[in-house]
């Protein structure tokens, strides 16, 4: 690649690092390229991946923060930086703010999966994704009017029940986590048992297949 420019010339040098196996030189020398043009994506992109791989958590949102300053909604690939950024601060443990930048992203692009996998997880280290609250809406949205229903065991439009998340336990006003009726339902038990016979009652510690037969 003699004719290379110096830019090209630092992303051969860096694949060459990258394929001896030598990611962390490999980053360094994205991290040279990101210095001088904070626009090239495909580095921040690889440097993003291989710091992650590698379990680089502050070194990995450190990239994206460093270039953040000259990226601005105008620009194409905006939406991936962000994705990234959400992605760096739920790696470092600022989840509130990368659930907020995460969303921008995918509003803006919703078919980028790393943002969309930030915004996931940043729901997930917050616990959001078990939130009552949440389920009530997508009843609501779905049009279940929950006022409006005078028998309690009647039909509904949508009925949405937590019942389990693997061996987690939560208590909070409007959601209990295992469900509290889970091991007296026969046609809750079933399913579970087709697919997860060993698995066990997070507060009971009974198998749920145990459960199954003693509710007939």
């Not at 980053?27 to 710091?51: C, E, G, M, N, Q």
């Amino acid at each position: 690649a003699t004719d290379a420019n110096q830019r090209e010339r630092l992303h051969i040098a860096a694949l060459a690092h990258w394929a001896a196996d030598d990611v962390r030189a490999a980053a360094a020398v994205w991290d040279r390229i990101l210095a001088s043009d904070p626009h090239d994506l495909l580095a921040l992109k690889v440097h993003h991946y291989t710091t992650f791989w590698t379990g680089r958590a502050n070194v990995l949102l450190s990239a994206v923060e460093g270039v953040l300053d000259a990226w601005d909604d105008s620009m194409p690939g905006f939406d991936h930086v962000l994705g990234m950024h959400s992605f760096g601060l739920n790696e470092t443990g600022h989840c509130n703010i990368a659930e907020r930048v995460g969303r921008e992203a995918v509003a803006r692009n919703d078919e980028d999966l790393w943002s969309v996998h930030a915004v996931a997880h940043s729901l997930e280290m917050q616990r959001d994704f078990v939130s009552g609250a949440r389920l009530l809406d997508v009843e609501r949205r779905a049009g279940r009017d929950r006022e409006s229903e005078s028998v309690r065991w009647g039909p509904r439009v949508i009925d949405l029940d937590l019942l389990l998340y693997a061996e987690q336990q939560v208590a909070e006003p409007g959601l209990e986590v295992p469900h509290p009726r889970l091991h007296e339902r026969a046609f809750v038990l079933e399913p579970l048992c087709e697919i997860a016979a060993s698995l066990r009652h997070p507060q009971l510690g009974d198998p749920m297949a145990s459960d199954r037969k003693s509710v007939g």
